[in-house]
C-alpha cells in the first residue's frame, strides 16, 4: 500500500486499496476508554433527561456541560500544558459520536469544544490560551462562536459588523449583531468576527467575555428541533473589547472562521453517525418486540429492506469519518515541533482536507435524516408520537443540513477544492481523465477481481471513471465558469461524494477480511457489497444526466457507448444479502461490525 500523506482528493485517482486506511476498528486502549467514558456520561446523565432537555428546564443545559467538564469530555482537544489531554483528531470525532444520541446537548458540547474553542488553540497568544484553555478545558468558560449575521450567512465573511479601534489604542469598539448563536444566553467567552472599520480586507475575530459593557444577547429562539440548546441573537452597542483580546491577526479573520468550520463538519459527520446507529438499535428492539399478522415485524422483507438500508449508510458514514479525520491527524503530526511556520502549516494541513470534511458533513447529515426517516416509518404510527425517539431525532437532525456552511455551499467547496487542485496540478486529474479515454478507446475497463471484495471494488473504480468522465465533459463545455453553473457542479459533488464514500469502504472491507476473516467480517462484507452496487447505479445516472444535458445529437451516441462500457451490470443478488443484513441486526440486537 502507498505511503505518506495524500493531497486532500487524491482518492478519485488511486487505485481502490491501495493505501491503508483508518478505521474504527483501529482505535487503542486510551480512545476506547475515552469513548467508554462519554458512552456512559450519555447514557446516565443526559438520555434520562431528554424530556428536559428538550423543555429547555432552565439551567440544565450548563450544568451537563459543566460536568462533562468535570469528567473531561471538554478537554480531549485541549494542549496538555493549557489543562488537556491533547488527544488526536479521531478521538475529538469519537467523543462526539457517543454523545450524539441526544442532539440538543451534543450541539451545545459541539459548540463549545469545537468552533468555540479551537479558534484560541489555533489563533490564541501564549497569554490568551493561559488564561482561557484551562478554563474552557473545565467547563468553567463556556464557548460560542459567532459568525453569522441577518444578512451574512452562506455569504459568511459579508460581516456588516464593524470593529474601531479607540483613540488610545486600548479597546476596540464592536457595533452589530449576531443571528442563530449556539450557545447564545449561557455562553461566557465568545469568538466574534468583525471588519476593522467596515474595511472587508481586514476581517477579524474577537474574544469577548460575557459582561463586556455593550454586549447583551436577545430572547431564545422557537425551534424546529434541537429545542434544548440555547440560540439566539447577540448585539453590540459601542462593545469595549480590549485591544489584547485580538484573536490573530487583522484580515486573518476569514482564515480563523473557515478553518475550524472544518473541523465543525468533520464532527458533525460522526455525530450523526453516532446517531443513527444509536436510533437503528432502539428500532431494532422494537421491530423485534412488534407482533403483526402473528409474528415480529423484523421478519417482514420490506421491514428488513428499512434496517438493511439503515446499516449500510452507516457504514458509509463512520468509515469516512475516522478516515478524513486520520488523515487531518497525519498532516499535523507531520509538521515539526519548533517549526516556525508552524502555525500556517497547520491552517494548510486542515485546509488540504476541505473536500474530504464537507464529504463527511453532507453526507452524515444527509444519511442521518434518511436513518432518522426510515426508523420512524419501521415505527409505523408510534413513530409519528414523542413517546418514541425516531420522532425527536427526525426534528433534530434536520439542522444538520444547514449549520457548519449549508449542504449546498459544502457542495461547492468539494467540487471546487478538487477543480482548484487539479487546475494547479496539486493532484494529477487530467492526466487520469486522458488515462480513462485511453482505456475506454482500448476497451479496457476494470474486471472484478477474485475475492470477497472483488465486485464493489470494481465497481468503485468504475465509478471513479464515470466520475472522472463527467468531469471532463462538463470541463470541456464549460471550461472555469463549469463552477458558477451549481446544478452542474451539485451533480458533480454528488458523484463524487459516492466515489470517496465507496473507496473509503472497500479500503476498511479490505483490511478487516484480511485481518478478521472471511466469517468474522460477514456483515462488513454485506455492507459494502451493497453500498458499492447501489451506489455505482446513482453514479451511472448521475453521469448520464449530465452527459445528457451537454450532449449534441451528433455526440451523444459516442458517448452512450462509453457511459455502458463504464456502467456493466454487476450480478449480485442484493435481495438476499439485503435478509441477511436483517438476520444479522436482529441476532446482534444492534449495528455492530
Not at 456541560?65 to 493549557?82: C, D, H, R, T
Not at 479597546?171 to 471588519?195: C, E, M, P, R, S
Request: aromatic share 8%.
Amino acid at each position: 500500500m502507498s505511503e505518506g500523506i495524500p493531497k486532500g482528493g487524491s482518492f478519485l485517482i488511486e487505485k481502490v486499496g491501495s493505501r491503508k486506511i483508518f478505521t474504527p476498528e483501529d482505535f487503542n486502549d486510551e480512545q476506547k476508554a475515552m469513548a467508554e467514558t462519554a458512552k456512559k456520561f450519555c447514557d446516565n446523565e443526559i438520555l434520562p433527561k431528554r424530556e428536559q432537555i428538550d423543555h429547555k428546564e432552565p439551567g440544565l443545559m450548563p450544568s451537563i456541560i459543566k460536568k462533562a467538564g468535570e469528567v473531561g469530555l471538554l478537554m480531549v482537544s485541549i494542549p496538555q500544558e493549557y489543562g488537556g489531554l491533547g488527544m488526536d483528531k479521531k478521538t475529538f470525532v469519537l467523543v462526539g459520536e457517543m454523545l450524539a444520541p441526544e442532539a440538543s446537548s451534543f450541539v451545545s458540547m459541539s459548540a463549545h469544544t469545537c468552533i468555540g474553542t479551537q479558534p484560541t488553540i489555533f489563533f490564541g497568544n501564549e497569554e490568551q490560551k493561559q488564561k482561557y484553555l484551562p478554563k474552557l478545558a473545565t467547563g468553567e468558560m463556556i464557548a460560542a462562536y459567532c459568525l453569522t449575521e441577518t444578512g451574512a450567512g452562506s455569504d459568511a465573511m459579508g460581516l456588516k459588523t464593524k470593529a474601531v479601534l479607540s483613540p488610545d489604542g486600548k479597546h476596540y469598539i464592536l457595533k452589530g449583531g449576531k443571528q442563530f448563536i449556539t450557545n447564545g444566553a449561557i455562553g461566557d467567552l465568545y469568538t466574534v468576527f468583525a471588519h476593522i472599520d467596515g474595511d472587508r480586507k481586514k476581517a477579524a475575530a474577537f474574544l469577548v467575555e460575557k459582561g463586556t459593557p455593550g454586549f447583551s444577547y436577545g430572547t431564545e429562539e422557537k425551534k424546529m428541533g434541537i429545542k434544548g440548546s440555547s440560540t439566539t441573537s447577540l448585539t453590540f452597542e459601542d462593545c469595549k473589547v480590549p485591544a489584547e483580546n485580538l484573536l490573530g491577526k487583522i484580515g486573518e479573520g476569514g482564515k480563523i472562521a473557515f478553518s475550524v468550520l472544518d473541523l465543525g463538519r468533520l464532527q458533525v459527520g460522526g455525530a450523526c453517525a453516532g446517531g443513527a446507529k444509536w436510533l437503528l438499535k432502539q428500532t431494532v428492539q422494537y421491530c423485534k418486540d412488534r407482533v403483526q399478522f402473528k409474528k415480529p415485524i423484523i421478519e417482514f422483507g420490506m421491514v428488513q429492506r428499512l434496517l438493511s438500508d439503515c446499516a449500510i449508510l452507516i457504514y458509509a458514514m463512520e468509515t469516512i469519518s475516522y478516515r478524513s479525520a486520520d488523515l487531518i491527524d497525519k498532516a499535523l503530526e507531520a509538521i515539526p515541533a519548533g517549526d516556525p511556520d508552524t502555525h500556517a502549516k497547520k491552517l494548510a494541513a486542515i485546509g488540504n482536507y476541505a473536500s474530504e470534511c464537507s464529504v463527511v458533513k453532507v453526507f452524515g447529515s444527509e444519511g442521518l435524516s434518511k436513518v432518522a426517516d426510515m426508523c420512524l416509518q419501521a415505527y409505523g404510527g408510534y413513530g409519528f408520537t414523542e413517546e418514541y425517539p425516531a420522532e425527536k431525532i427526525a426534528r433534530d437532525c434536520r439542522v444538520n443540513r444547514i449549520f457548519e456552511g449549508t449542504n449546498e455551499i459544502n457542495r461547492q467547496i468539494l467540487i471546487g477544492s478538487i477543480v482548484r487542485s487539479a487546475v494547479k496540478n496539486e493532484i494529477p486529474l487530467m492526466q487520469a481523465v486522458a488515462s480513462t479515454m485511453s482505456d475506454l478507446k482500448k476497451k479496457a475497463m476494470p474486471q472484478p477481481e477474485k475475492g470477497p471484495v472483488g465486485m464493489a471494488m470494481a465497481l468503485t473504480e468504475q465509478s471513479k471513471r464515470l466520475a472522472l468522465y463527467a468531469i471532463n465533459v462538463a470541463f470541456t463545455k464549460l471550461g472555469q465558469q463549469m463552477m458558477d453553473e451549481q446544478i452542474v457542479a451539485e451533480m458533480l459533488a454528488d458523484i463524487i461524494i459516492e466515489c470517496y464514500c465507496s473507496d473509503s469502504a472497500c479500503g476498511r472491507t479490505i483490511q478487516l477480511a484480511a485481518d478478521k476473516g472471511e466469517k468474522n467480517a460477514e456483515l462488513a462484507l454485506l455492507l459494502n457489497n451493497l453500498w458499492c452496487f447501489e451506489s455505482h447505479q446513482r453514479v451511472a445516472d448521475l453521469a448520464r444526466r449530465l452527459v445528457a444535458n451537454f450532449s449534441t445529437e451528433a455526440e451523444i451516441a459516442g458517448h452512450i457507448e462509453n457511459l455502458i462500457q463504464m456502467a456493466k451490470p454487476a450480478l449480485f443478488n442484493f435481495v438476499s444479502a439485503k435478509h441477511r443484513v436483517a438476520e444479522i441486526l436482529n441476532a446482534q440486537g444492534e449495528y455492530k461490525i
